[in-house]
């Protein structure tokens, strides 16, 4: 039982962790919670932006923040409108006001259940991770905790291979979609805009500056040119006869395997979105079934289409975005972008599709391909500072930290007994952990491995559960 716990990070999995150990605690707790220097912690990234064209990408009614309470999201938006319903796709601005109402929340209730919570508006410099503890180094300050927990979201982006570094110089090539939304003003703007990149990212950005640069053209690569997926106008349910096909992929785990089995699925059912949502609970579990060398053959002929399916649009965005096409302010072209330079004033990318080459000539570029989770050549400070002196191991297929399913973050392959990663640094051991369901069930099982005596009973018997 850990009696002092080191939160690093300002963002959604931190407020979920600290949450969860408020609400279970028993005993003297203390809490140390860096934030980074964000100015309104627990919006992170994802929940930061002020646009209301920016839909949250799942319905409200399974947008809670923690276990005990699933409906907290809902009824905080019921409470401001009475006219919301749990099916509905719901502005991620607005789920950023429930995540700062329950930070709020949260620290009111450590003070009435003994719970110390010190908020550290610093990010911390380094962490030297031991046995028996964690200390965690902040400016001249250095702090000893029982346990410290990686809940630091995002990496920072880099660009892709081949930008010319005169064109980031010139701010030509963006690579911060968000920093560019945080400025960007109404026309006069670039009248050929390039997406580099064709998932939620890009579609945020699409509609976002379609709405604020209306004689913008829009041309957006992505390896097939496809977009996202997107819901149904009604809820589905997942389906019923998921169990058997869990078990036969669970008998070979060999990706064109899954891919075969998945499409038979499919088939015998009346709409895919039910196939792929009845995974969703055991896709930890497979994911820990395929070997290195299946995984890597997952990432490079499956990853794309695993993605699109997963993580879909509101049907309203589906809408705008087609309209765009309609009008002809957006055009998709299917290519693997190789390099891009300056040329006669403008931007021109490289885009490779079926050993063709299509150069795309635009005004500005902006790369918008997601969630960076490589460790191996990143600029995070903390990140860098763990791997360049051992105590944390890349993922070698860019997938985070080398971790166990139930957190514990790995040193040479052995994993530390007090130091923890939740959200994006566990790809790598259960590829699904970015949505708010998966970070709510991570920071269950950590609070309660972290909090119960039995800590070693705990972590098996959750990670039994997860898995």
């Given at each position: 039982m850990f009696r002092r716990v080191a939160i690093i990070g300002g963002g959604a999995s931190a407020v979920a962790l600290l949450s969860e150990l408020v609400d279970r605690a028993s005993g003297p707790?203390?809490?140390?919670?860096?934030?980074?220097?964000?100015?309104?912690?627990?919006?992170?990234?994802?929940?930061g932006t002020t646009s209301p064209r920016h839909l949250l990408n799942v319905r409200a009614a399974t947008m809670g923040m923690f276990s005990r309470r699933p409906r907290g999201f809902l009824d905080f938006a019921q409470r401001l409108d009475p006219q919301v319903a749990g099916t509905d796709f719901l502005p991620r601005r607005l789920y950023g006001d429930y995540l700062e109402d329950e930070v709020a929340h949260v620290l009111a209730q450590s003070r009435s259940r003994g719970v110390d919570v010190r908020v550290v508006p610093f990010a911390a410099d380094a962490l030297v991770p031991e046995i028996d503890g964690v200390t965690v180094i902040q400016g001249e300050r250095a702090s000893r905790a029982d346990a410290a927990v990686l809940a630091i979201g995002a990496l920072p982006v880099r660009p892709l291979e081949g930008v010319d570094a005169a064109l980031l110089a010139q701010g030509r090539y963006v690579i911060d979609p968000w920093a560019l939304l945080a400025q960007a003003g109404p026309d006069p703007a670039p009248r050929e805009v390039a997406l580099v990149g064709l998932g939620l990212t890009a579609v945020d950005v699409l509609l976002e500056l379609a709405d604020r640069w209306p004689h913008a053209h829009f041309t957006a690569i992505s390896r097939h040119g496809r977009l996202p997926a997107a819901h149904l106008p009604v809820s589905t349910v997942p389906d019923d006869d998921g169990g058997a096909l869990l078990d036969a992929m669970h008998e070979v785990p060999e990706v064109r395997r899954w891919l075969r089995l998945l499409r038979e699925a499919i088939a015998a059912s009346d709409d895919w979105r039910v196939v792929i949502d009845g995974l969703r609970p055991s896709t930890p579990g497979l994911w820990d079934a395929l070997p290195l060398p299946e995984r890597a053959r997952f990432l490079r002929h499956a990853r794309?289409?695993?993605?699109?399916?997963?993580?879909?649009?509101?049907?309203?965005?589906?809408?705008?975005?087609?309209?765009?096409e309609r009008e002809?302010?957006?055009?998709?072209?299917?290519?693997?972008?190789?390099?891009?330079?300056?040329?006669?004033?403008?931007?021109e990318l490289q885009a490779w599709h079926a050993g063709a080459r299509t150069p795309v000539r635009a005004d500005i570029a902006i790369q918008t391909v997601g969630l960076d989770t490589d460790l191996r050549n990143t600029v995070h400070p903390l990140m860098r500072q763990l791997v360049t002196n051992g105590h944390v191991t890349p993922d070698p297929l860019g997938l985070g930290c080398q971790a166990t399913p139930d957190g514990r973050l790995c040193h040479e392959g052995t994993p530390w007994p007090r130091l923890f990663g939740i959200g994006s640094l566990l790809r790598s051991a259960r590829w699904e952990s970015i949505a708010m369901p998966e970070i709510r069930l991570q920071a269950r099982m950590l609070a309660s491995q972290m909090l119960e005596p039995d800590a070693a009973a705990a972590r098996r018997r959750l990670a039994s559960q997860a898995g």
């Open positions: 707790l203390h809490l140390d919670w860096y934030t980074g220097g964000a100015t309104h912690p627990g919006r992170g990234i994802a929940y794309w289409a695993w993605e699109r399916a997963r993580h879909r649009m509101p049907p309203q965005v589906e809408r705008q975005v087609l309209a765009l002809g302010r957006l055009q998709r072209v299917s290519g693997r972008v190789t390099g891009a330079r300056p040329s006669q004033g403008c931007v």
